[in-house]
Nanobody, 121 residues
Framework: VQLQASGGGLVQPGESLRLSCTAS????????TGWFRQAPGKEREFVAA????????RYSDSVEGRFAVSRDYGENTGYLQMNSLAPEDTAVYYC???????????????WGQGTQVTVSS
């Protein structure tokens, strides 16, 4: 399966963005979808994930309560709704697919190109 993340941009603190992760070339519904981010000079970190079985989600402590992960099986697309964005959320965001929810990037088999999110006033 091939993944493509999109929807990034430049926003001000407190604003929202919704990222999309579109899958092609495979059955997206068989995989958990994970979202990661990587800021300059930092390691790639887990943000959120949703299992192939709807209703199971997991979030990092830094985004819990502000971000929401979801999937549209009909559209073969995953989403990351990001609210109350802060400058520390600035990073390149990636989506990835794995057999189940894991927080380590090593557990993901397929990665999409990242999309830049910049939060600045």
């Amino acid at each position: 399966v091939q993944l493509q993340a999109s929807g990034g941009g430049l926003v001000q603190p407190g604003e929202s963005l919704r990222l999309s992760c579109t899958a092609s070339g495979g059955t997206f519904s068989d995989y958990a979808t994970g979202w990661f981010r990587q800021a300059p000079g930092k390691e790639r970190e887990f943000v959120a994930a949703i299992s192939w079985n709807p209703g199971t989600t997991r979030y990092s402590d830094s985004v819990e309560g502000r971000f929401a992960v979801s999937r549209d099986y009909g559209e073969n697309t995953g989403y990351l709704q990001m609210n109350s964005l802060a400058p520390e959320d600035t990073a390149v965001y990636y989506c990835a697919a794995a057999p189940g929810i894991v927080v380590s990037p090593d557990g993901y088999e397929c990665w999409g190109q990242g999309t830049q999110v910049t939060v600045s006033s």
